[in-house]
């Protein structure tokens, strides 16, 4: 007799997906993304990007590593749920501290095993990133018919504001560096040359821990935080980070700031949401695209230098390049799509680019990103 399912997925077109439920009981609601990247599955669920967001692993090896502390982008998940292939086996690394679903039941979060991820991933990129409730009730019983109507009552993300969600509650330094072998976070010995602001729009830990690595002393204020309150710390940088949402939602009160920041001439670095952000407020719009960019091999063209790199990416949003106004130039485009994925202001130290290049994708395909920021910031002082 085969056994019953104790999940489900629920999809506003009215498909249903049944599978086997592990992590916690219950239902979200959510929009449904895919990822391509073959690891770092505990960073995709801990990133705040991720914020309303059930994510679908093309990859089917999801568990296998644990989960350790030291992966973690952020203090909790934030990915509601997720969707894989194959049940997550016991954990076989010597970095794991934990498995991943006894890590997920006990944060709260939802997975649904023994799905057709193939299947799944065709019909997002066909019919673009659909609205589902991703249901698990070890008894099996659903009503799915009130699942359908709840993931087409969901408003969905365009609209949302999520980075007040996800940000800090209150300013904080950051000093740590980034990872090394045999295992540990390295804090650079440094004088601390440069004083950066970060924004929070629900940044990732380990961008935080790129900007140290440079050399910078970190302070992290949130997505609220106002020129003003910014220009208090005496900055001689300021970067603006990634994040979950709509733009435009959260440009409502970021634009205005950002404004008022670039009439200061300061060295400013955006990524991801921050990227978007710094569009907004030099004059281009974004736009909702069909399935996003969710994954570790994205290729990106730099086409000022004719330079490959393979990046990580992780948005549903994207900046329209052909808003971008005079004195404003493209510096990346994808190449599996042609979109936007960087941009600089032609007369001021002012950059952003789409993608993480904190990810390491590459894996340090990007990394001089940061390097230019402090080259910037060097440049100013001198």
């Known amino acids: 007799m085969a ?15 049944y599978g086997r439920g592990f992590g916690a009981t219950g239902e979200v609601v959510a929009e449904l993304v895919f990822n391509t990247a073959m690891t770092g599955y505990q960073e995709i669920m801990t990133d705040p990007s ?57 944060r709260g979060r939802i997975g649904i095993g023994g799905i057709d991820t193939r299947r799944l991933t065709r019909a997002i990129r066909q019919q673009g990133a659909p609205h589902v409730v991703l249901a698990h009730d070890p008894s099996g019983n659903f009503d799915i018919a009130a699942l359908v109507a709840r993931a087409r009552e969901w408003q969905g993300l365009v609209g949302l504001d999520l980075a007040k969600e996800v940000t800090c509650a209150q300013s904080y330094n950051w000093t740590e560096g980034t990872w090394a072998w045999p295992g540990t976070f390295v804090t650079p010995e440094t004088s601390r040359p440069f004083r950066v602001v970060a924004v929070d729009y629900g940044a990732k830990r380990n961008i935080l821990r790129s900007l140290a690595a440079t050399g910078a002393e970190v302070t992290v204020l949130p997505a609220t935080a106002t020129a003003d309150e910014i220009l208090a710390r005496e900055p001689e940088g300021v970067f603006l980070s990634n994040g979950p949402g709509d733009p435009a939602a959260t440009g409502v009160y970021a634009v205005p700031m950002i404004r008022e920041l670039l009439d200061r001439d300061l060295p400013i670095f955006g990524i991801c949401l921050g990227h978007q952000m710094l569009a907004l407020a030099l004059g281009a719009r974004t736009i909702k695209m069909n399935h996003g960019h969710h994954g570790a091999n994205h290729p990106v063209k730099d086409v000022e230098s004719g330079k490959v790199e393979i990046t990580s990416m992780n948005h549903g949003f994207a900046v ?33 680019v789409q993608y993480h290049p904190e990810a390491s994708p590459g894996p340090q395909d990007s990394a001089h990103l940061f390097t230019r920021f402090a080259d910037a910031m060097r440049a100013r002082r001198a």
């Open 3 to 17: 056994q019953k399912p104790t999940a489900c997925l629920a999809l506003a077109d009215g498909s249903v997906f």
């Open 50 to 106: 991720y914020a309303s967001q059930v994510v679908t692993f093309t990859f089917p090896h999801i568990g296998n590593t644990g989960v350790t502390a030291q992966d973690d982008e952020a203090a909790e998940p934030v990915a509601p749920g997720i969707v894989v292939k194959w049940d997550p086996t016991e954990p076989s690394n010597w970095r794991a501290s934990a498995d991943l679903v006894a890590w997920m039941e006990k």
């Open 320 to 352: 329209d390049a052909q808003t971008l106004p005079e004195g404003v130039i493209e510096t990346h485009v994808s190449l599996f799509d042609g979109s936007n994925c960087g941009l600089r202001i032609a007369d001021k130290p002012v950059f952003s």
